[in-house]
């Protein structure tokens, strides 16, 4: 069934690429990353059955570093992250950039949202610039210098599961990069009149 699943998948993404003129420079590419497929989607918009989030769109510096912390075992500690470790590890660090030029080549979809009122998105724009803008950017875009990758780009059911694991440690522990550290213990800080839904519904809705 993973074959026929897997087979589908390469057939998607070589039509896709045909109209852009790119299949044969990108055949034998495709095949080599297929399995990521799988779980990110023939087009890496993400897949929330299975918990993976879009790849397009993705910064190359990002995508770098979280493939060695998967490699190192240090970027997340749950079940789930066991799979993305063993497929991080059927990419060698030779072949990081052409992986990363082959997502580049990825449509970016919109960023799912989730319903919000105008008093929420008013409560999430000043949670935002108080809290997130310094390090991941007025509007989210993210600062390779601080380690805080783009927001913007991420649909909202993966902010706030990204946002849980970090507060309940299933990111950001003693093995993990500085930057994760410091991710997991700014979300403990915070107090509960910060509502992470008013965060993540004002940076979906304005970008």
Sequence with gaps: MRRVLKIVLIAHV??????????DENEVVLHKF????????YQAQGNTTVLAPSLA??????????????RSST??????ALEM????????ETEDAEAMKFIAQMPIGKPQTVAASEEQLMRGAQGYAQFCAACHGIEAEGNELLAAPSLARLSSWYL?????????????????????????QFTLSLSDEIVIEDLIAFITKTN
């Excluded at 970027?75 to 789930?80: D, N």
């Design 14 to 23: 070589l039509y896709s690429m045909t109209a852009f003129g790119q299949a």
């Design 34 to 41: 297929s399995f990521c497929m799988v779980c990110h989607g």
């Design 85 to 92: 470790q063993a497929a991080a590890r059927m990419i060698y």
């Design 160 to 184: 706030k599961s990204a946002w849980q694991a970090f507060r309940e440690g299933d990111r950001g522990d003693s093995n993990a990069s500085v930057a994760a550290q410091q991710m997991r």
């Design 75 to 80: 970027r997340h500690t749950s079940a789930k």
């Design 57 to 70: 769109g993705i910064e190359p510096w990002y995508l770098s570093s979280a493939l060695e912390a998967y």
